[in-house]
C-alpha cells in the first residue's frame, strides 16, 4: 500500500518502468510494436510506441551503432541518452560517467551489462563499481539495451541510475580487416571474421591492438591487447553461446592538474606534476548463456568466471602529506569472480488475462587476494597502508508480474530480494571482521495506451546501493587511525517516474520522462584514501526530452536535451563552504547528431554534446565550466570491399575540461596547509584518425 501511496502522489514526478525479464524479449502482453513510418528509424533504434515499458527506456542498434565515431571504447555509452563519458587520468583507466545528477565517478550506481556479464567492480581497489570498458571492441556490439532508475525487477546491484546491456553480435556479414592511424601517434589493427560450422554453431572471432600517445607533455604510452572468441550454436528450441575474452593494457598517467601550476607557467595545460604515475591491468573472462523456449514460457540461463588484475600509481596531492617524499600512492588488487544467473518465465492467464510470471536468481562471488592501498615514490611501492583479502558475495532473488488488464491498461509488478555477505581480513586488525545484510525492493509501473500513436507510464519503486565490503568492517581510518563508522552495507534508494512516448509525426519517436530519486545516504568507499566518505541524504529530481527523426530518406536526427537537480537533504562538507549541493552533478546535458546515409558512395555523421556546469563543492562556490565537443565522421566506400573513414574529435578545437575537481593539494614552495584549487584534466585538442577497412 505504501508504494501505490507513493506511485498516486507523485503527479509531477517520474520513475523509469519496470523492463522485461533478464535476456528476454519485451513481454508479449504489450500490443504488436506499431510500424514506424519510416524503416530507418527503427533500423537504429527499437523505441516505438508500444514496444518498452518506461519512457526512459530503448534499444540502440548495431546499425547507428557503426556510424558515430568514438574517441575511447567507453563513449559508446554515450548512446544511452543523458548520458556523459569522460575521462581524468590515463587511457587505460577507467572513464568517468556522469547520469541523472549523479557523478558515477568510475560506474558506481550504473549497471553495465557484456553480454551477460557484469562490468561493475564491487570492493574494486579504486573504488566502489569500478567499470573499466577499454576491453570492449566497438564494432563487435550488435546493440545497447539501456533503463532509468532502479526499478526493474532484474535490475539490482550498482542500478539506482539506471543500467544498459551490451549484446554482442553471433555472426559478421563479413570479415573485417582495418588500420586506423591518427593524431598523437595513435594506431589501431583490427582483425575479425565469423564462419558457419558445416554440421551448425557459429565461430567468431576478433584480435585488436592499439597504441597511443595523446597530447600530453608526456606521451602516455598506452599500449592494449586484446581478443574475442565466441562459439554460438542453435538446435531447435534451444540457443547458447560461449564466449571467452583476453584483455591486457600498460599506460602512463597525466592526470588532473592545479590550475594555479598552469596560471604561474610550472607547467603547459598537457602537462604533469608527477612524471611517475602509471598503470597496468590485465582481465581474462569465460561466460555461457543459454536460452531454451518450451510450451508455456522459457528458461534462460547465464554462468561466467573472471580474472583480473589492477596497478594503479597516483599523485593528486603532490607535497601536501609527505613533503619530502610525495603524496604517491598505489591502489592495486587481484581478483577472481564467479557468477550466475537464471530465469523461468511462464506465459498464463490470470483472472481471464495474458499475463506473464518470471522468477529469477542472481549470483555473484567476489575473491579479492589482496587488494591494497599502499605509499609509493617514483612509480615503486614504499609501505602498506592497507592490505585486505575480500570475500564479496551477493545473491538476488526477483519476481514479476506483467498483465495486459484492458486493450489501454498493463501492469508490470515486482520484488527483488537482495543479499550481501562481506568478510574481510584486513592488514588494520581492527577492519577485519564480516557483515551481512538484507534488503527486499518492490517494483511497480502502470502503461497506459497507446492512443492516437501514444502511450504514457507511471513507475515507482525501490532499490539500493551498495557500498564496499572493507567500508562495512572498518572501524578505524586506514590513514590517520582514528575511529570511523562502518558503513551501511545496503542503502535504500526510492524513484518515481512520469513518462510519454509519442509518434505523432511521420518518421518522429519523441519521448519525455519526470522523475524523482531518493537516497539514503551517498557514502562510497574512497580508494584513494582507502576509507568511507561520510555524506548524507539526498534527492535528485529532473527532466528528460528524447527526439529521434527520419528527416529525409538519407537523413536521421537525434536530439537529447536533460535537466537535474541534485541535492543533499542536510547541509554536508567543512565550514565555511558547508551547503547542500552534490559535487560533481551535472545539472544540463545536451545532444545533437546529424546522420546521413545513401549519398552514393558517401556518408557522414556529426554529433554535439554538451556537458553543463556543475558545483565542485558543497556551498557551490567553485563551480565547474561547462563543455562542448563535438565529432565528424566522413565515410568513402572506395569498392564494394574497401572503405575510407575520416574522424575528428573536437572538431572545434575547444579549450574546455573533460573533468574538475576541488580540493587542496600542494606544490614545492607552498605553504604545509597547501593550497585550495581547481584540478582539471584537458579534454584532448582537435584530431584526426582515419581508418581504411577491407571486408573479405
Known sequence: MRLLS????????????????????????????????????????????????????????????????????????????????????????????????????HGTDFATWVDGMPANMPSHAHGQGYTDLNWLIPELIDRIHYRKGPYAAEDGDFASAGSARLKLVDRLPRGLASLTLGSYDHARVLLADSADRPQGGTWLYALEASHHHGPWDQGEGLKRLNGVLRYTQAEGDTRQSWTAMAYRARWRATDQIPQRAVANGLIGRFGAIDPTDKGTTDRYSLSWQRLTVVSDGEWQVNAWALASSLSLYS??????????????????????????????????TLAGRESEHTLGLQLRHDHLAPVGLYTAAGGRRVDVTQESRVNDTLVGLYAQNSTRWTPWLRSVAGVRHDTVVARVHSSISDNSGSRQAHLVSPKLSLIFGPWAQTEFFAHAGQGYHRNDARGMTARVAARGGEAVDAAVPLVRTRGTELGVRGEWLPGLQTSLSVWRLDLASELVFVGDAGETEASGASRRHGIEFNNHWQARPWLLVDADLAFSQARFRTEQGEPPHAGRHVPGAVRTVAALGMTLTDLGPWSAQFQLRYFGPRPLIEDNSARSKGTTLAYLRVGHQLTRDVKLALDVFNLFNRRASDIDYFYTSRLPGEPTEGVADRHSHPAEPRSFRLTVAMSF
Open 315 to 348: 599523485n593528486f596531492t603532490y607535497a601536501l602529506d609527505n613533503p619530502d617524499a610525495g603524496d604517491q600512492f598505489q591502489q592495486a588488487e587481484t581478483r577472481r569472480a564467479l557468477g550466475l544467473q537464471a530465469s523461468r518465465l511462464w506465459r498464463t
Open 6 to 105: 507513493l506511485l498516486s502522489t507523485s503527479v509531477l514526478i517520474a520513475t523509469p518502468a519496470l523492463p522485461a525479464p533478464v535476456m528476454a524479449e519485451p513481454v508479449s502482453t504489450s500490443p504488436p510494436a506499431t510500424e514506424a513510418p519510416d524503416v530507418s528509424v527503427k533500423a537504429h533504434y527499437l523505441n516505438a510506441v508500444g514496444s518498452t515499458d518506461a519512457a526512459s527506456e530503448g534499444t540502440v542498434t548495431r546499425a547507428l551503432l557503426q556510424r558515430r565515431p568514438t574517441l575511447r571504447p567507453a563513449e559508446v555509452l554515450e548512446f544511452v541518452p543523458g548520458v556523459i563519458v569522460s575521462q581524468h587520468s590515463g587511457g587505460g583507466k577507467a572513464n568517468q560517467y556522469y547520469l541523472r545528477g549523479f557523478n558515477l565517478d
